[in-house]
């Protein structure tokens, strides 16, 4: 893939990250590759509403250096360690979704047992263990939780999708929050006793009369 | 920015707060520092109002507590805040679900995700104001404001304090997830906190860094 297609589809999917409601503002960041050396990534604390292709970064898979002025997200060394490790990913969206990131917080592990979404995202969604954000040790937990799924949630601090493309990636971030949002109707129903529908409001009222500090 | 712009100004952003959900028809309010002076977007029992001449236009300087007494109770809680803090120009008094909800639980809530220690802060209080004066009330949400940019009610939603209504409404989002996390993990066995020393570092790196990291990065 020719850098400024890289740049233009990584730009198109901070719009489409921002619209669709998996992060807000600046948080969260989107790599693609483009060769087996190369990637661009989100720049740091922008907003995806006001960045251009332009301000996409190039980097080194391997050393991490970039070219330009405008510095690339926090994150790089999570995005390299992936597209380094896995040979058949392309893209990454590193989200903070609001259902996946509260199953992240109880560091649950989700496992897959619809054929379909297993086609999509693997067997399991796995959780990694605490690190501080950005690090090289967190850059390692992520590619083990991800092993050869293509989604894992990070302890406290929220999601990781990879795709063969970006529509894949996409689709994986999706799927994701549906399936988180899923468990945590069905945790609180198996945890009341509960029979489906779920109903959102009977679960503040559970909440607000069982676990009510007043 | 003149009162009148100001007001406009109010009037779109009440506008985006009822779309995403952050302010109800019968609940919520905005207001925002302009200049000197204080601008309140007025509520009546049953909706918000839209019409800009029913916003209050305060002049901080000469503002006492209780002094404006056909106002709602939270006007002088605003005011108290743009006395003590100078870097907040907006504040947004939320309302949504998960919100609404902790602030009727009244547990201190604390970051179980990053986003949250940066954003607001090490922890999030619950501020019982009903049975306060004004004046009561002010100082002490002023004081569970301490180094944080939100503050719950108790049983009236959350106070999200911004330089502008989008960091106003950036923090209303977390302090929805962060309300959220807490309820929600409760049925999973219970969420994980961040270590507090690590939530303050990370909230200091957030004021002194990262947040101006979208001006420099260019």
Known sequence: ?214 | MNNIEAKKYIRKWLDIMQETGVISESGGCLSCRIGNKMIFSSINSKSISRDPDSMTVVDLADFKPGKASQLPDSYNIHAAIYRAKSNVNAIIHSVQINTLTSSKAGHVIYPMLDDIAQLIGTSIYTVDIDTSSAGKAGKKVLKALKWRSAVLLEGNGGLCLGNNFDDAHAVSQVLEKACKCEIETTFMGGGHRINPFLAFAMRCHYILSYSKEAEKNR
Request: glycine share 4%.
């Open chain 1, 1 to 214: 893939m020719d850098i400024k297609t890289a740049k233009k589809i990584v730009c198109e999917a901070g719009l489409n990250l921002s619209q669709k409601g998996l992060v807000p503002r600046t948080w969260g960041n989107i790599s693609q590759r483009i060769d087996k050396n190369r990637f661009v990534i989100t720049p740091s604390g922008r907003n995806y509403n006001d960045i251009t292709p332009d301000d996409i970064v190039l980097m080194d898979i391997h050393d991490l250096s970039y070219e330009g002025s405008v510095k690339p997200s926090s994150e790089k060394r999570l995005h390299a360690e992936v597209l380094r490790n896995r040979k058949n990913v392309n893209a990454v969206i590193h989200t903070h979704q609001t259902h996946a990131s509260t199953v992240a917080a109880a560091k649950c592990v989700i496992p897959v047992t619809d054929r379909e979404v297993q086609n999509k995202i693997g067997t399991s969604i796995n959780c990694t263990p605490n690190a501080i954000p950005g690090s090289k040790k967190l850059a390692r937990l992520i590619a083990m939780a991800l092993d050869n799924n293509n989604a894992a949630l990070i302890a406290n601090h929220g999601t990781f999708c990879a795709g063969e493309n970006m529509d894949d990636a996409f689709e994986v971030a999706i799927l994701l929050e549906k399936i988180c949002l899923k468990f945590i109707e069905d945790s609180f129903l198996n945890h009341t006793g509960r029979h489906a529908p779920f109903d959102i409001k009977e679960m503040h009222e559970y909440y607000l009369t069982h676990y009510s500090k007043r």
